[in-house]
C-alpha cells in the first residue's frame, strides 16, 4: 500500500509590530488611540484598566485581553503598585484568522481560561529570551526603552511563539459559550478602515465641540456629511447615536463637577453649554431622576 498524507501549502504573513514587556508605575496612562493592528496584553503584575471604546476592562495577574484592530483604546494603572506586561501587536493575512480574532470589538480572557491553555508557557519562552539578550539594567536609565539584540534564529523563534500565542487565543474564543459575562457592550459590526477613522473623527469633533453650541449637524458639516450619514457611521461602529454619545459625556463630566468640585449649579450649566439652569436641571433628572442638588446630598431647605 502506497499512502501520503499532505498538509495544505500555507503562504501566509504574520506581520509583528511592538512586542515587549514593560513595567509602569502608578498613575501611568497611556491616551486613547487606534491602530490597523490588532493587539494582545497580557497583565503579568499588579492590575490595568483598559478604556474600549466607551467600556473600561480591568484586567489582574495573568488576565489576557484580545482588542481588534481600529478599535479605540487607552490605559490607565489607578492602582497603587506598579503594572508588568508582556504586549503586541501583529497582523496576518489570513482571512479566516482575520475574521474570528475581529469577531468583537474585545475579548477578554481570564486567567483560568489562560492557565488551561498554554498562553503563559509562550510567554515565558519569550521572556526568557529577553533576559537573555538583555543588557544588565543598571547600564540604562530606568525609563530609557531597551531594545534587544537577537540573531536570525531567535527572531523566528519570536514569531513561532507569537504564533503559538495566537493559536492559543483561536482555541479559547472557538470554546467559549456564545452567552458569556464579558460580552462586549458595543455590536461586532464588519466596517472598513475608512469607516472606523471615519467614525473616530466624528467622536474627536463630538469632543472638541461637547460643551458648546455647535450642534451634531455642524460636525456633520464639517465632515462634509450628512446628518444621517453621519449618525450612521457612528451608530456602526459605537453603537449608540451621536446625541446619545454627547448626552452620556455631558452625564459624566456633570456628575464628576457635582462630586468632586464646589461649583455652583449655575456654573457646572454655563460650562456644559446649557442655555440655563432650569434647562440643565431638567435633563439632569431627566437622565438620574434627581436633581443636581439631590444628586450632590444637599437639602433642598438648606438652601432657602
Not at 64 to 71: A, C, F, H, R, T
Not at 102 to 108: A, L, T, V
Amino acid at each position: 500500500m502506497d499512502v501520503l498524507f499532505r498538509f495544505p501549502n500555507t503562504t501566509n504573513t504574520l506581520h509583528i509590530i511592538g512586542c515587549h514587556f514593560g513595567i509602569k508605575p502608578p498613575s501611568w496612562q497611556y491616551p486613547k488611540h487606534h491602530h490597523h493592528l490588532f493587539e494582545l496584553l497580557c497583565c503579568m503584575e499588579g492590575e490595568i484598566n483598559v478604556a474600549v471604546n466607551q467600556t473600561t476592562v480591568t484586567l489582574y495577574k495573568g488576565d489576557w485581553l484580545l482588542i481588534k484592530s481600529g478599535v479605540k483604546h487607552g490605559m490607565h494603572n489607578s492602582a497603587s503598585q506598579d503594572f508588568a506586561f508582556f504586549n503586541v501587536h501583529f497582523d496576518i493575512d489570513d482571512q479566516e484568522t482575520r475574521k474570528r480574532l475581529g469577531s468583537s470589538p474585545y475579548n477578554y480572557i481570564a486567567r483560568s481560561d489562560a492557565e488551561h491553555e498554554n498562553l503563559m508557557i509562550c510567554v515565558k519562552k519569550l521572556e526568557q529570551l529577553m533576559g537573555q539578550g538583555m543588557p544588565a539594567v543598571e547600564q540604562a536609565a530606568a525609563s530609557e526603552e531597551q531594545y534587544i539584540e537577537i540573531s536570525f534564529e531567535d527572531k523566528l523563534f519570536i514569531q513561532a511563539n507569537i504564533l503559538l500565542i495566537i493559536h492559543e487565543v483561536l482555541t479559547i474564543l472557538r470554546n467559549r459559550k456564545k452567552e458569556q459575562d464579558t460580552k462586549p457592550a458595543f455590536p461586532a459590526s464588519r466596517v472598513s478602515a475608512f469607516t472606523l477613522d471615519l467614525a473616530h473623527t466624528i467622536e474627536e469633533q463630538l469632543n472638541k465641540q461637547q460643551y458648546s453650541d455647535a450642534s451634531i449637524a455642524n460636525v456633520a458639516q464639517s465632515l462634509n456629511l450628512s446628518l444621517s450619514q453621519c449618525s450612521k457611521v457612528f451608530q456602526q461602529v459605537y453603537g449608540i447615536s451621536p446625541r446619545q454619545y454627547v448626552s452620556r459625556v455631558k452625564l459624566a463630566k456633570a456628575k464628576e463637577l457635582l462630586s468632586t468640585t464646589n461649583m455652583s449649579v449655575g456654573d457646572i450649566a454655563d460650562k456644559l453649554g446649557f442655555h440655563s439652569i432650569s434647562h440643565f436641571s431638567r435633563q439632569f433628572r431627566r437622565w438620574t431622576q434627581q436633581s443636581p442638588n439631590q444628586f450632590r446630598g444637599v437639602d433642598p431647605q438648606q438652601m432657602e
